[in-house]
């Protein structure tokens, strides 16, 4: 959290490896800005109603010394990024890490709306970009009327879910069902991956069609238990 300081998050890289049969510590969760539905995404300009400008962490430069603890450590994070300027805040922690470190599989979770001077970045960071196909084909309609899109604008919310484009600049994609904020069920998390509209509803308008994922895509390899935080379903997209 927020004020944490080294001795925290000590405490916190101790209870790597906790567990019993069902369940495992396997890594670090963090958030850098809230949700653009109630203003508190983190965005490089304001919404449509002046809101979504502020960090959650006040001071990013300590979430980036968190980020080097952890990665130094060989453990996992997974970061909570939904607006333009939080994902920019991820990518720079990570693209300051020393080369070299412990391996482990660090994550930026959400990223809902990404511009195009951000996509070529997360290649070269080796960060995950774990993603949820129903955010985008059960709340945002492709005709912009809901509440996250008036929000955004049209520029910000066409680049929103940018699955195909992350793939081709050659970031490993991570699809998932962000349970219980939206249906766990795999299969069609994996359809709404391909048809970007809700499976079983023909009658609804893809949203960016353009940034559909094909079958073999979306349903490449299986993330490993020990990663953390993929709900309901993970699978990997290789480049």
């Known amino acids: 959290m927020p004020g944490s300081s080294e001795q925290d ?53 300590e979430y980036a010394a968190a980020v080097r603890f952890f990665a130094a450590r060989g453990i996992p994070t997974a970061t909570h990024a939904i607006g333009d300027a939080g994902v920019a805040a991820v990518l720079e922690a990570f693209e300051s890490l020393p080369p070299g470190g412990p391996q482990a599989v660090h994550r930026i979770e959400h990223l809902e709306t990404v511009p195009d001077a951000l996509i070529g970045r997360f290649a070269r960071t080796g960060l995950v970009a774990s993603m949820q196909p129903t955010h985008c084909t059960h709340f945002s309609p492709a005709d912009q009327t809901d509440n996250w899109s008036t929000r955004l604008g049209p520029e910000r919310a066409n680049n929103a879910w940018r699955c195909a484009d992350l793939r081709v600049a050659g970031t490993t994609l991570g699809l998932g069902s962000d349970w219980p904020i ?27 069609p353009g940034q559909a994922l094909t079958a073999r895509q979306a349903r490449s390899k ?13 699978r990997l997209l290789g480049p």
């Open 182 to 208: 939206a249906p766990f069920e795999p299969l069609p998390i994996l359809a709404d991956a391909q048809l970007r509209r809700r499976s079983g509803h023909r009658e609804e308008v893809p949203i960016s």
């Open 9 to 61: 998050w000590q405490q916190l890289a101790e209870q790597i490896g906790l567990g019993g049969k069902r369940r495992e510590v396997a890594g670090m969760k963090l958030f850098v800005d809230g949700t653009v539905d109630n203003g508190r995404a983190w965005l490089f300009e304001p919404d449509a109603y002046g809101e979504s400008v502020a960090p959650f962490w006040p001071r990013p430069e």
């Open 222 to 234: 299986a993330i490993p238990r020990t990663q953390p935080g993929l709900r309901g379903i993970g």
